[in-house]
Nanobody, 127 residues
């Protein structure tokens, strides 16, 4: 059973930066794809970024150039570096793992491609 534990959320002013971390209890190639999703109050969960076993990445259009996803196998950790944060980035951020690969998320980030989820870490950006 894969367990994912996020950390690094917090409150920051617009223009600031945060780095989210997600430690996986079983960080092997069984997890074909890992990603970050977010959900703001009253809105649906949306994809932020994904990365596969070969290091290929995909980002949502509104975070391109500002966010960077990366992973460290030695530390069993997934990261999301977030720069130039905006109030619209305020949300609960979730780490996700998909054992079957990124699938259709290469065409449009989709939570349905992921079967393991963390509890989330809150990011709040003030103007």
């Amino acid at each position: 059973q894969v367990q994912l534990l996020e950390s690094g959320g917090g409150s920051v002013e617009a223009g600031g930066s945060l780095t989210l971390s997600c430690v996986a209890s079983e960080f092997t190639y069984r997890i074909g794809c890992m990603g970050w999703f977010r959900q703001a109050p009253g809105k649906e969960r949306e994809g932020v970024a994904i990365i596969d076993v070969d290091g290929m990445e995909k980002y949502a259009d509104d975070v391109k150039g500002r966010f960077t996803i990366s992973k460290d196998h030695a530390k069993s950790t997934l990261y999301l570096q977030m720069n130039s944060l905006k109030p619209d980035d305020t949300a609960m951020y979730y780490c996700a793992g998909g054992a079957s690969g990124c699938g259709s998320s290469w065409y449009g980030l989709s939570a349905s491609d992921f079967d393991h989820w963390g509890q989330g870490t809150q990011v709040t950006v003030s103007s």
